[in-house]
C-alpha cells in the first residue's frame, strides 16, 4: 500500500514545518488530525483544505464540517485528490484567525508494516 510523505508549512514562516507520512487510503480528516497534533492546535476550530496550482492558488475545498455543496474531510480519501507527483494543497486552520499552511507531496513510500499511520516523520 503507498504512503505518501507531504511537508506541511507554516505559510508566514518556511523554518516551521512537518513532515507527515499517511496512506493512500486515510482521508483528509485523518490528515487534518496529525496537523493540529503535530502543531499543538486544539481540535475545536473548523479547518479546511484547498487543492493548489504550482502557485498556491486554492481550488476545490475539502471541510472538516459538512457541508452539502463541499467535499467533506471524513468522505474523501487522501489518494482520490493526488494527481501530480508534487501535489499541493493550501491547509487553514481556524478560518478567523486563518492559519494557513502549504501542504505538498514530497515522495510515495512504502508502507512500513510496523508503522502506524498517519504519523509525522
Known amino acids: ?3 505518501y510523505r507531504f511537508k506541511v508549512t507554516f ?3 518556511e523554518d516551521v ?12 480528516e485523518d490528515f487534518h488530525n496529525v496537523i493540529i497534533q503535530s502543531i499543538g492546535f ?4 473548523d479547518a ?21 455543496d463541499l467535499r467533506q474531510m471524513n468522505k474523501c ?8 507527483p508534487h501535489q499541493k494543497f493550501v491547509y487553514i486552520y481556524d478560518p478567523k484567525v486563518h492559519w494557513t499552511f502549504l501542504v505538498e507531496l514530497l515522495k510515495i513510500v512504502p508502507d512500513d508494516a510496523k508503522a502506524t ?4 516523520a
Open 42 to 45: 486544539d481540535n475545536t476550530h
Open 48 to 68: 479546511s483544505f484547498f487543492i493548489s496550482d504550482d502557485y498556491w492558488r486554492k481550488g476545490e475545498e475539502i471541510r472538516l464540517k459538512k457541508s452539502d
Open 11 to 13: 505559510e508566514d514562516n
Open 1 to 3: 500500500m503507498a504512503v
Open 17 to 28: 514545518y512537518r513532515e507527515i507520512e499517511i496512506k493512500s487510503t486515510q482521508n483528509f
Open 117 to 120: 499511520y498517519p504519523k509525522t
Open 77 to 84: 480519501k487522501i489518494a482520490l485528490l493526488i494527481d501530480d
